[in-house]
């Protein structure tokens, strides 16, 4: 991995990596998660890893939008 994502949670039904945005796209959130391989420390796990980007809005600070996917080993 080359960098960290802003949030990782490890379950027994799996890794969860959050990547969080402010006044930004979940696409960019998406692309940064697998552009920098934050998923690669727990592929041996061979727990299912959970991709989830997160957008905020930077007056309101509320979620605006959220997308989550699988991620194919």
């Keep these: 991995a080359n960098g960290r994502a802003d949030i990782v949670a490890s379950h027994v039904n799996g890794v969860f990596i959050f990547e969080l945005k402010v006044g930004e796209s979940v696409d960019k959130a998406f692309k940064q998660i697998r552009e920098k391989n934050y998923a690669a420390p727990y592929i041996a ?29």
Excluded at 46 to 70: K, N, W
């Design 45 to 73: 796990s061979g727990l299912p890893i959970h991709l989830i980007g997160l957008s905020f809005d930077p007056q309101t600070r509320q979620l605006v939008d959220a997308v989550a996917e699988e991620f194919e080993k």
